[in-house]
């Protein structure tokens, strides 16, 4: 309280010696002598304001009254009375006469139970033609009479007549056939085509043991199998260790698998021929 009193003290003196000679019934001199004055009145007034906000809802929810809720009543579900029952008069329900087998002709057809003492020979009374089989031999019956019943056909329908072709049934590729020209579809052929056969051919001929000046000429024709290698190679020139030479190599460069089948027009494949012409001159 001292301090606070100084504190005013010095404040006052500062005030006088700042405003002295001057107007002093209004303006700042009144603000600053009254400022302590105007805080403490302001921060009552805020913390009433806070304390009143605070305040209001529980006054407000203390002075409201609960609400009542009246249960009402509620209507039992509609009685049904049922409809008075009909007096339907009694069903009689009359009993099935057993049907009365027909007196019909028969003659005995049951098979005799077989034994050791079965008898042989037994002579039974003669079965009359008109008679039919049954269970025991009754011959002074009805006749049975015949049966007229004539079966119905069907009608015959007028609509469009649908020829359909009979299946054609293949027949298996013969193994051992060798196709013809005209049989086939796609002719066999080297892989690589036969322009990498014929290089081959060129490439691993020994020409040493053939002596001539002229072109040497040969055919040689085998047979392309279905698995792919060749069978049956045969040269046809004039020059006999040309042609072996031939064979020799063509044989060499033909092995499984080197060679594609031909197809028949039904896309099988088949066995075929295959000729080869080989020309060379030989400088020696």
């Keep these: 309280m001292v301090m606070k009193h100084q504190n005013q003290n010095q404040e006052f003196r500062f005030n006088e010696v700042l405003f002295e000679h001057r107007n002093k019934e209004y303006g700042a001199y009144v603000l600053r002598n009254e400022s302590d004055r105007i805080l403490t009145k302001a921060l009552f007034i805020g913390v009433s304001l806070m304390a009143a906000v605070s305040i209001t809802p529980a ?3 203390a002075f409201k009254t609960p609400d009542v809720v009246e249960k009402g009543w509620e209507l039992p579900p509609p009685m049904v009375i049922p409809d008075e029952p009909v007096n339907n008069p009694p069903v009689t329900i009359t009993p099935v006469k057993p049907a009365t087998a027909p007196d019909t002709k028969t003659f005995d057809s049951t098979v ?3 034994s050791r003492n079965a008898q042989d020979n037994v002579k039974k009374d003669p079965v009359p033609d008109d008679a039919v089989a049954g269970f025991k031999d009754h011959f002074k019956g009805n006749v049975v009479e015949p049966n007229t019943h004539v079966p119905t056909t069907l009608p015959v ?40 056969f014929r290089n081959k051919v060129m490439n691993n001929f020994d020409g040493s043991g053939v002596e001539s000046e002229d ?3 040969t055919m040689v024709t085998f047979i392309v199998e279905m698995d792919g290698t060749i069978s049956g190679v045969k040269a046809n020139g004039t020059n006999a260790d040309f042609n072996n ?3 020799r190599t063509v044989k060499a460069i033909s092995s499984k698998g080197t060679w594609i089948p031909a197809k028949n027009k039904k896309g099988e494949f088949v066995r075929s021929y295959f000729k080869f012409p080989i020309s060379m001159k030989f400088d020696n």
């Design 59 to 61: 006054v407000i929810s």
């Design 215 to 217: 072109v040497v000429k």
């Design 157 to 196: 329908s007028s609509g469009p007549v649908i020829n359909t072709p009979p299946p054609t049934i293949q027949e298996p590729v013969d193994k051992n056939k060798i196709a013809e020209a005209g049989e086939l579809g796609v002719e066999a052929n080297f892989k690589g085509g036969i322009d990498s």
């Design 245 to 247: 030479e031939a064979i």
């Design 112 to 114: 005799p139970t077989p």
